[in-house]
């Protein structure tokens, strides 16, 4: 089911604020879910999707949570949460499910008769993708690196190919989702927080995450109060950050 928009994508952005005072009001949380929903649409690298939302609405997790949160007022009113994690370990899984869907184009046909573009495709997933994100230790990445930095003395290549690489690689595609998902809300007048002041280990304790995992964002949630939002927003000058070549 998809959220029914109030606002239009300009109205929604310019609406969007850090509210760091939630109203002790319900919110609905399917509506919620359906902004989640939205978020996984966003744009993600290779369309590898290294995300998880972890959608929390027990009054007594969002006091732990909080509690891991340094008490901070947007996660103590706040009337839900979603954690947005990174998931750079299960590259594997979701090379096989982009292998899978793939395939599933294709139709039942052999792998001989697959047209070049369908054969690069394949190609894409089953070799260049794992070449980038196979590592151990960080060993292989660090050779790759440097592998990567004399081939391009000679000709453009891709050069972050390091474990650290990979792991912005796959928070960057957290952060576009966790916009989405706050545009979308913002969109039916709800309001988010995104926080970054965590323990990050005692979050994934409480939520039962493997080590692997990342947290990319803590988002509370709910209906602002008059004093939520700290004042007007303040940006850097426009021309000081917008350069046209």
């Not at 998809?2 to 609905?28: G, H, W």
């Not at 998902?181 to 965590?198: H, L, Q, R, V, W």
Request: positive net charge; aromatic residues 12%.
């Amino acid at each position: 089911m998809v959220v029914t928009n109030e606002k239009s994508v300009s109205e929604a952005i310019k609406y969007r604020r850090s509210v760091r005072v939630f109203k002790n009001e319900p919110i609905d949380a399917q509506k919620v879910t359906e902004c989640i929903e939205l978020a996984t649409l966003a744009a993600t690298s290779s369309n590898m999707q290294l995300w998880e939302f972890y959608h929390i609405v027990s009054p007594e997790t969002i006091q732990k949570l909080t509690a891991a949160s340094f008490d901070q007022n947007a996660a103590k009113t706040a009337q839900q949460m979603v954690i947005v994690v990174a998931r750079k370990d299960l590259w594997r899984k979701r090379v096989q499910s982009n292998i899978d869907y793939l395939k599933s184009l294709y139709g039942d046909k052999p792998e001989s008769s697959y047209s070049k573009r369908e054969k690069f495709a394949l190609n894409y997933y089953q070799k260049i993708i794992p070449t980038l994100y196979f590592d151990f230790l960080g060993i292989f990445g660090m050779i790759k690196f440097i592998a990567f930095q004399i081939i391009g003395l000679f000709k453009p290549i891709y050069r972050e190919a390091r474990q650290s690489d990979m792991r912005i690689v796959a928070h960057k595609s957290a952060g576009l989702a966790a916009q989405n998902f706050m545009i979308s809300m913002a969109a039916i007048n709800y309001d988010t927080c995104p926080m970054e002041g965590f323990d990050s280990l005692r979050i994934k304790k409480i939520l039962h995450l493997p080590a692997s995992s990342e947290i990319n964002m803590i988002i509370g949630c709910g209906l602002r109060e008059e004093q939520g939002v700290y004042g007007e927003r303040f940006r850097i000058p426009f021309e000081d950050v917008y350069f046209k070549i």
